[in-house]
């Protein structure tokens, strides 16, 4: 099995910064993948960003230039650095991986997700 573990939410002020983690653990062989996205209360899920294990990046516009998303990949886990936080920004932020399991099956998974609240 495999599991995503996230943490780094939590409630903060309008402007401040928050890192966001989220651990892949379990009979990995290999990653694709591991991304972020956020679901804002009344609203569709929302995608932030993702990296590739090479380290090539894909953010969103609506967060690009204040969010970043880095990967180690010999811990397995993903980052995501948020910076300049708006009320906007408040929603439960969830990791998702496309990986390769050591029964060399590649499936997508997803974490619990993490809240994320910024107050104005």
């Known amino acids: 099995q495999v599991q995503l573990m996230e943490s780094g939410g939590g409630l903060v002020q309008a402007g401040d910064s928050l890192r966001l983690s989220c651990a892949a653990s379990g009979r990995i062989f290999s990653i694709n993948t591991m991304g972020w996205y956020r679901q804002a209360p009344g609203k569709q899920r929302e995608f932030c960003a993702f990296i590739t294990s090479g380290g090539s990046t894909n953010i969103a516009d609506s967060v690009k230039g204040r969010f970043t998303i880095s990967l180690d990949n010999a811990k397995n886990t993903v980052y995501l650095q948020m910076n300049s936080l708006q009320p906007e920004d408040t929603a439960v932020y969830s990791c998702?991986?496309?990986?390769?399991?050591?029964?060399?099956?590649?499936?997508?998974?997803w974490g619990q997700g993490t809240r994320v609240t910024v107050s104005s």
């Open positions: 998702n991986a496309v990986l390769v399991t050591s029964n060399y099956i590649t499936r997508d998974y």
